[in-house]
């Protein structure tokens, strides 16, 4: 051993260079997740621009798309948006016409949001297209293969989400009184 690999700074820069045992390392595998993530949004994105569409647009077209008229609020949740997010994409895409509010005749205080003739044109054609586009970045898997990454992306997926939910549940138990 040299004299410096004996010094903290020489044993973090060995341990910095020396090959992880496994490329499975926990922090590894979150690594690649991450990069595969962004190269994967990066072409999502560029699909979807080319549709003249940007992620929030989509998703609420394709959610009312496949689930029918949804209430403001309920659609805000099932894509993911802040209350005043959804309400800023949905008058984004009424103002293109391609989704109108109209009331709920189950509950007078809701509004739902429903797909114009154009919306729904627009969003049957953007699904196709932007299936295929995300098909491309599979085409590298073979089917056994997607299946089994799904697979264990959602056990992963659970595992990450129990751990988050536990560590919450005992932050509310150790958490001050107000």
Not at 22 to 38: D, E, G, I, K, N
Request: glycine residues 6%; hydrophobic residues 40%.
């Amino acid at each position: 051993m040299k004299p410096a690999d004996l010094t903290p700074a020489g044993a973090h820069a060995k341990a910095l260079t020396e090959p992880v045992e496994t490329s499975a390392a926990p922090f590894h595998l979150w690594l690649v997740l991450w990069r595969a993530y962004r190269s994967l949004r990066a072409h999502s994105d560029a699909s979807m621009r080319r549709l003249g569409l940007i992620e929030s647009d989509f998703a609420v077209l394709e959610s009312v798309f496949h689930k029918g008229p949804t209430q403001v609020n309920t659609l805000g949740r099932n894509v993911g948006l802040a209350s005043s997010s959804i309400t800023a994409a949905v008058d984004r895409l009424e103002h293109r016409g391609l989704v109108c509010r109209q009331g709920d005749r189950h509950d007078r205080r809701s509004r739902l949001v429903t797909l114009t003739e154009q919306g729904n044109r627009l969003i049957a054609f953007a699904f196709s297209a932007h299936q295929k586009a995300m098909e491309e970045t599979a085409a590298a898997l073979s089917l056994e293969e997607r299946d089994q990454l799904l697979g264990l992306l959602r056990k992963w997926e659970h595992s990450a989400e129990s751990l988050r939910q536990r560590k919450d549940e005992i932050r509310l138990e150790i958490a001050p009184p107000a």
